[in-house]
């Protein structure tokens, strides 16, 4: 089946980036000329992604703003004669049917993805981390694990080695080769935030997941769990262990624009290229 719908939690309060991030959402922090969410929602619709979810929350009507129109501005550009500045500043308000949901408390990405059932229904959907840039690479991110959901017709996970003395960060997947000739590989087992004696691996997930609509029933069963907050990675991990899941190592570089060398990492990307 054909993946039409994108989530894209950003409703976190982006503790890691403050003071960045106190009035501001981290979500909407420029690389270069470019909020971070822009160059998120322009993968989704680079992957054929017609219909996207955001999570916000409170003090997060910005985003809402950066993708509506914006008369007031394109009025004095059009009478100054920047055509260019007011093709792409009216583009940005076009690229895809953008709605909005509020998550009330911020009790993780489980529970933010959770908030996204009525919008899915029940077709397979992407979920693009608000805060997670993926620059380069052959094919946009979510395409390429759009292309493996097609495949196998099983959840994906994007998925990336991190260094090894990181991963308590992140989460540890196991894996298994599947002589698959992208390098997917089945993922069996996962979990967040890692003690040592947990790490199952260094691949990790990185920012983008292709579901199922079953996710949603599991999600509203998972418990807190790493941080107190609902994860999705326990509910990936039922899905891992039931119905199966695969991993797609996708091949753009992932910038983590929750944490401030990730930011500048990006930014430097960007602008020397
Ligand atoms: P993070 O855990 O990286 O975001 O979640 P955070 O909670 O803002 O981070 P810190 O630790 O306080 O700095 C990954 C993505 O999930 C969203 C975030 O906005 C981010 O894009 N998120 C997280 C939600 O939408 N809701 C939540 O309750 C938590």
Partial sequence: MKIRKAVIPAAGLGTRVLPASKAMPKEMLPIVDKPAIQYIVEEAVASGITDILIITSRGKTTVEDHFDRAPELEAKLL????????????????????????????????????CAKAFVGDEPFAVLYGDDVV?????????????????????????????????????????EDMNDEQGILKVTDMVEKPMPHQVMSNYSILGRVVLPPQIFPILEKTAPGANGEIQLTDAMKVLAQTEGMVGRQFSGDRYDMGNKFGILQAIVRVALE
Avoid at 79 to 89: F, L, M, N, V
Avoid at 158 to 165: A, L, Y
Wanted: proline share 1%.
């Fill in 135 to 175: 620059i380069g690479g052959e094919e946009p991110a979510v395409k390429e694990l759009c292309e493996a959901y097609e495949k196998y017709n099983l959840s994906v996970a994007g998925i990336k080695k991190v260094e090894i003395d990181q991963i308590s960060k992140y989460c540890s997947l196991k894996v």
């Fill in 79 to 114: 009478a100054s004669g920047k055509q260019r500045t007011y093709d792409e500043i009216v583009g940005i308000s076009k690229l895809a049917n953008i709605s909005y949901i509020r998550q009330k408390e911020t009790k993780g990405l489980g529970h933010a993805v959770l």
